[in-house]
């Protein structure tokens, strides 16, 4: 199994290119199934989830062009079935974006339930109300979600919870639902509006992305499009927290710094110097932190897939602080594993408390999820000694060249395969 092997203490300086948004980048990959027409897609990233994804999409008859490695023109004009088979969606929650996108176009899907990150309960029933409201007749049957229409109208849809996933899944469906959708307490991540405008790049009539009631009116058809992805708000993040927990100066590139604002703010006041560019922010600290509180919410509150990376910070910080999941409901695992690295956090429901500690000592750990896994790697980079992180693919989900973006800001990393590459890495590591 492939690992991390890595030995800490090195202040992380230098420039880091941020790729664009995995998370915006699955739900556009799926919407692109809406329109016959050629679609290309830039700043895609190249991370396991937006493969498998484009692997599923491929089993259904959908032609995939990659023009380079960030590059995909895709050609939906020969969907030849809307079942997605289980082989790939077991493996990615985001699967469920299929039954949008082939629910509006051809009013029917059948897509596996989702499996992804193991963080908590991951209720859907808010995407399924949402196709309710549109018209569908929807059935749980032998493990997948089965969608079908006759036609699909617009409805004014009141969202019971705020949640990413619905919104988007319900946006593409009522794209191309007769009439008007309204969606009410809709989601206001980066990645909705990115998806609203992609699919208004198709000929889509959506208003009001980025607030918490979006409005749309029903087209008939779609059509081609050529669009960019925006820049990843977490992968962005994860790498000021790594600047700051190293004690590094770090300019994290191709960024837009109002998706990191409460990052941002955070960071300030528990005293690093984050200053803000046109499409840039660079991170320094050099001295220990400040305690603080911190809560997850929705957007443009505390994102919860920044909750362990801050976590990790904090255990280093003076005095107490205290984290809130808001979230989801088991999202702290990875406090047992960061406790062997000396961390002192107390977690109570879904609250931990975190006792600052001098510094973590290198060991070997497991990376229980992908934003937990990506944290762990900053604690090891921290951490005094040598750490080996494991079950590393968790964390090739969300990040790309993540070994390699961090050996450029200057961190003693290896990516190994197997223990006899375990055994060469160290001798390299500690040359
Ligand atoms: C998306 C992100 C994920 C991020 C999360 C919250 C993608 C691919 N994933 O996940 O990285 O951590 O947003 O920002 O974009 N809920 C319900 N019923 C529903 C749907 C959700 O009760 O029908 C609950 C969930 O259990 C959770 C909360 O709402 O407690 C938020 O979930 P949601 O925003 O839907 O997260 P995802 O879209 O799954």
Redesign the pocket.
């Known amino acids: 199994m492939e690992k991390y092997a890595i030995v800490g203490g090195t202040p992380l300086t230098g420039q880091v290119e941020i790729g664009g948004a995995k998370?915006a980048a699955?739900?556009i990959l799926a919407a692109a199934v809406m329109t016959d027409d050629p679609v290309t897609i830039e700043n895609v990233p190249d991370v396991r989830d937006t493969r498998v994804l484009m692997q599923a999409m491929e089993s259904i008859g959908i032609k995939i062009e990659h023009i380079d490695r960030h590059t995909v023109k895709m050609d939906s004009s020969k969907v030849s079935d809307c079942v997605i088979d289980d082989e790939y969606m077991k493996k990615i929650?985001?699967s469920y974006y299929m039954i949008g996108a082939l629910l509006g176009k051809y009013k029917r899907a059948e897509v596996p339930l989702p499996g992804g990150c193991n963080i908590?309960?991951?209720?859907?029933?808010?995407?399924l109300k949402g196709f309710r409201a549109l018209g569908a007749e929807v059935r749980i049957e032998h493990g997948s979600i089965v969608a079908t229409a006759t036609d699909l109208r617009g409805n004014h849809i009141f969202m019971d919870?705020?949640?990413?996933?619905?919104t988007i899944n319900v946006m593409m469906a009522a794209s191309m639902a007769a009439g008007k959708t309204i969606i009410e307490n809709a989601?206001k991540?980066p990645?909705v509006v990115d998806l609203a405008n992609f699919l208004n790049s198709m000929g889509a009539n959506i208003k009001g992305a980025g607030t918490d009631v979006i409005r749309i009116k029903g087209v008939e058809k779609l059509h081609g499009s050529n669009y960019a992805i925006i820049p990843d708000q977490i992968e962005a993040g994860t790498f000021m927290m790594a600047a700051a927990a190293t004690k590094g100066d770090v300019v994290v590139k191709n960024v837009i710094p109002k998706h990191l604002e409460c990052i941002t703010a955070k960071l300030q006041e528990i005293g690093c110097l984050v200053e803000e560019y046109d499409d840039a922010v660079r991170i320094k600290c050099d001295k220990t932190l400040a305690n603080t509180q911190v809560k997850t919410l929705?957007y443009p509150g505390f994102?919860?897939?920044m909750q362990p990376q801050m976590t990790v910070l904090l255990g280093t910080a003076q005095g107490t602080s205290i984290v809130t999941e808001s979230?989801?409901?088991n999202r702290f695992k990875y406090v047992d594993e960061l406790a062997r690295m000396g961390a002192n956090i107390k977690v109570e429901g879904n609250t931990a408390i975190i006792s600052g500690v001098d510094k973590y000592s290198g060991a070997s750990i497991t990376a229980p999820d992908l934003r937990a896994g990506a944290a762990l790697v900053i604690a090891a980079l921290v951490a005094d000694g040598e750490s080996v992180v494991d079950d590393i693919t968790y964390i090739e989900r969300g990040y790309e060249d993540f070994d390699q973006k961090l050996a450029g800001l200057g961190a003693n990393i290896v990516r190994v395969a197997s223990e006899r590459e375990l055994k060469m890495s160290r001798l390299k590591l500690v040359e």
């Not at 908590?120 to 995407?127: E, L, T």
């Not at 919870?161 to 619905?166: D, F, I, L, R, T």
């Open positions: 998370n699955l739900a929650r985001a908590g309960i991951r209720a859907i029933d808010q995407h919870k705020v949640s990413v996933g619905a989601a991540e990645h929705p994102p919860t897939d979230i989801f409901d």
